[in-house]
């Protein structure tokens, strides 16, 4: 049989879901991740080994051990399946381009690449060129990712991203009065302190990051705070709606997870966001997407929602219900395994 191509799946993201997908037979997965199996689709997790759990005093030459080891279990037959989230993919890259014999293939996942300094910049660009193909959470974030990478458009794919909280159920919490707004990552409470003031509407921003917390303009209706786990979730589930002001920078997004989190808890959200909230929103019917930046458009819309409870209520059961069919933690994690499969039957 025929599989989709790197152009199928750009086009649509949606062919890693159908019923008749087959994964290519003699293709092996390997991950530092300790992926659940999941029928036909098996991870070989490999530990960081003992010697470089000898050396976990040291980030660097811990992450260097662990991913020349990850690479030397990465055989012909096999893809490896990296995520960015810590620096190890730095050193896979290095390591697969400059050092291994022979390059394996490796799908790259969840990486930050945005930096600062010339000389941090380049190490990542060359790192990069390394991987077979690199997962982005938007449509948006390919083409100024190619472009500062220095790469082909067709290294980068679009999948959307999962609502972590999909790993449990909903919390069905009473509405509470309240709207709510969270998060560090490249957040815009100025524009949303400029939207809310004045209203008293209430607010809960949640801010872990003291930095980020101690930025947020204290207001009457304002309350800041630390949220982690699962008080986070409790709080996005009490609220009649969430409202994610993002700062329209850089090459990529950053608040896919809380869009999709909120919307598995029901709740409509309002984005004031250009990277990534159209393939997550459907704009007027699970929440709204205003220009980032625009105090006097997200007031507006939260005017809307705070005062007219019906309209957000329906919102957010259609919220939920896109969430269920789209953007589940299995959801995810089945397509991101299906691509990889992809990188290795040569496929894409």
């Known amino acids: ?27 092996r997965l390997v991950s530092h991740d300790d992926f659940s199996a999941r029928p036909g689709l098996e991870v070989e997790y490999v530990a960081p080994g003992r010697v470089a759990s000898w050396c976990r005093f040291s980030r660097v030459l811990f992450s260097f051990l662990y991913a020349w080891r990850l690479l030397r279990r990465t055989t012909r037959d096999a893809v490896l399946v990296v995520s960015g989230s810590s620096p190890l993919w730095m050193f896979v890259g290095l390591l697969n381009r ?30 990069m060129a390394s991987f077979r193909l690199n997962v982005l959470w938007s449509r948006r ?8 990478l220095r790469l082909p458009r067709d290294r980068f794919v679009f999948i959307p991203y999962k609502a972590n909280h999909t790993q449990g159920p909903a919390y069905d919490l009473p509405i509470g009065n309240y709207v709510f707004a ?15 003031r004045g ?39 009490g609220a009649r709606f969430t409202v994610l002001p993002m700062i329209d920078t850089g090459l990529k997004g950053g608040g896919e997870a809380n ?28 929440g709204f997407i205003v220009p980032p930046g625009d105090a006097a458009s997200l007031r ?11 309209k957000c209520r329906a919102m957010g059961e259609k919220a939920k219900t896109l969430v269920e069919a789209a953007f589940t933690h299995e959801a995810f994690i089945r397509r991101l395994l299906r691509l990889a499969t992809l990188c290795g039957n040569g496929s894409l």
């Open 98 to 127: 400059f050092v291994m014999l022979r390059k394996r293939r490796v799908l790259l996942w969840d990486v930050f690449v945005e930096a600062d300094g010339r000389w941090r910049r380049a190490v990542m660009r060359i790192a």
């Open 259 to 286: 869009i999709c989190n909120s919307m598995w808890h029901g709740k409509p959200v309002i984005a004031a966001d250009r990277m990534a909230a159209e393939d997550y929103i459907v704009d007027g019917q699970t």
């Open 182 to 196: 969270g998060g560090n990552g490249k957040r815009d409470y100025q524009t949303l302190a400029e939207a809310v």
């Open 199 to 237: 209203t008293g509407i209430p607010v809960i921003v949640s801010a872990t990051d003291p930095a980020v917390r101690g930025r947020i303009e204290r207001l009457p209706n304002l309350i800041a705070l630390a949220a982690w786990e699962p008080a986070f979730a409790q709080l996005q589930a």
């Open 1 to 27: 049989m025929s599989w989709p191509t790197i152009a199928d799946v750009q086009a649509d993201w949606r062919c890693l879901d159908s019923n008749q997908f087959r994964a290519p037979s003699g293709v």
């Open 141 to 148: 974030q390919i083409e100024p990712h190619a472009e500062w």
């Open 300 to 310: 507006r819309r939260i005017f809307e929602l705070w005062n007219d409870q019906d």
